[in-house]
C-alpha cells in the first residue's frame, strides 16, 4: 500500500540523524532517477548534474514525479525537475518537507542543548540557507577560518566551502578543527 510506504519513509527518516536523512533521500531519488533512465544503479546519476543533463525529458520527468509523488505521498509539481534541478537539491527538499530538522535539536532533560544536536542540526541546514540568512561569514569566522578580501572571496568560496562535505563545515562551524 502505497500510503503505508509513505508513512514508512517519513518514519524511518524522522528516525535518522539530521545528518543521514539527506544522504538517504539522495540515495532514493538518485536509485529511481537511474530506474527511469535504464542505467544500472543510482552511481549513474550524480547528485549534483542537472537532470536535463543526465537525460530527462517532459516525458521521463513526468515518470519520475509520479514515482516520486507515489513514493513520498508528497504532491509534487509538473515543473519538479525545473524547480530542484538536480538530484541533491530535491533530495534536500524532500527530506525537509518529510521529516523537518528545525524541531529536533537534542536537548537533553536539564534544559540545555547537546554538542551533537547543534552539530545535527547544523547538518541539516544547506550551505544556501546558511548565505542567505548571512550566517555563513559569522559560522566561518567563529571557526577561525581566514576570511578573503571582499573581491577574492566568492571565487575562493566557490572554490573551498562548496567542496566541503557537511562534517567538514560542521567542524569548522563549531571549532572542532583538525582534532577529529
Known amino acids: 500500500d502505497a500510503a503505508e510506504d509513505t508513512e514508512t519513509l517519513a ?4 528516525g535518522l540523524p539530521v545528518a543521514k536523512r539527506v544522504p538517504t533521500v539522495l540515495t532514493l531519488v538518485r536509485t529511481h532517477a537511474a530506474a527511469l533512465l535504464g542505467h544500472a544503479g543510482p552511481e549513474a546519476v550524480e547528485p549534483d548534474r542537472s537532470f536535463n543533463e543526465v537525460g530527462f525529458d517532459s516525458l521521463s520527468a513526468t515518470g519520475f514525479r509520479n514515482k516520486l509523488s507515489l513514493v513520498t505521498g508528497m504532491k509534487l509539481p509538473v515543473s519538479l525537475i525545473f524547480d530542484y534541478p538536480t538530484p541533491r537539491i530535491l533530495a534536500e527538499h524532500l527530506a525537509g518537507e518529510l521529516a523537518p530538522a528545525e524541531a529536533e535539536v537534542a536537548v537533553v532533560s536539564s534544559g540545555t542543548v547537546t554538542e551533537q544536536g547543534v552539530r545535527d542540526a547544523l547538518a541539516g541546514i544547506p550551505l544556501e540557507k546558511l548565505r542567505a540568512a548571512g550566517l555563513l561569514d559569522g559560522l566561518l569566522e567563529l571557526a577561525g577560518v581566514r576570511l578573503p578580501e571582499a573581491e577574492e572571496a566568492e571565487a575562493v568560496e566557490e572554490a573551498t ?4 562535505d557537511t562534517d567538514a563545515l560542521i567542524s569548522m562551524a563549531i571549532g572542532g578543527g583538525d582534532d577529529d
Open 11 to 14: 518514519r524511518k527518516l524522522a
Open 161 to 164: 566551502i562548496d567542496d566541503l
